[in-house]
């Protein structure tokens, strides 16, 4: 198994998050990123992007699944760009793999940050 943190349309009861549950992955942990990074929310209206930022960047919620080893290459395979995998630092300082973003996808997004999480957006809107 491997730790793989979700920050959108992945979290338990949204609109991708069977991609996870056909794939056997458990809920393991919510909590929030450390207060490092930027959520944006992306013009295809379904998916946020995370990015680190140092300098201005807030905690995030999240959501870490436990996914069978054997199925991390196909999940990962499925992402469409600007996201990708890679390590995303959590508030108790451990580093998880789990949704980027390539910084020339938030072009024309949306910085929801503010809210706290892909979540909350969601219920703001």
Same mark, same amino acid.
């Not at 009861?13 to 929310?41: F, I, M, P």
């Not at 469409?80 to 390590?87: E, S």
């Given at each position: =198994?491997?730790?793989?943190?979700?920050? $959108?349309?992945?979290? @338990?009861?949204?609109?991708? /998050?069977?991609?996870?549950?056909?794939?056997?992955?458990?809920?393991? @942990?919510?909590?929030?990123? &450390?207060?490092? =990074?930027?959520?944006?929310?992306?013009?295809? $209206?379904?998916?946020?992007?995370?990015?680190? /930022?140092? @300098?201005?960047?807030?905690?995030?919620?999240?959501?870490?699944?436990?996914?069978?080893?054997?199925?991390? #290459?196909?999940?990962? &395979? &499925?992402? +469409?760009? +600007?996201?990708?995998? #890679?390590?995303?630092?959590?508030?108790?300082?451990?580093?998880?793999?789990?949704?980027?973003?390539? $910084? &020339?996808?938030?072009?024309?997004?949306?910085?929801?940050?503010?809210?706290?999480?892909?979540?909350?957006?969601?219920?703001?809107?």
């Amino acid at each position: =198994y491997v730790d793989l943190l979700v920050c $959108g349309a992945h979290l @338990e009861g949204l609109v991708l /998050n069977w991609q996870l549950r056909e794939r056997d992955a458990q809920l393991k @942990e919510v909590t929030t990123t &450390a207060s490092a =990074y930027r959520l944006y929310a992306l013009s295809d $209206g379904i998916r946020p992007a995370m990015t680190r /930022n140092d @300098e201005t960047g807030v905690a995030i919620e999240v959501e870490i699944w436990s996914l069978p080893m054997a199925s991390l #290459g196909s999940f990962v &395979a &499925a992402i +469409p760009a +600007p996201l990708g995998i #890679g390590k995303v630092q959590v508030a108790d300082g451990r580093w998880v793999t789990g949704f980027i973003c390539e $910084g &020339a996808g938030i072009s024309d997004a949306i910085d929801i940050s503010h809210t706290g999480g892909w979540r909350h957006w969601l219920s703001q809107k």
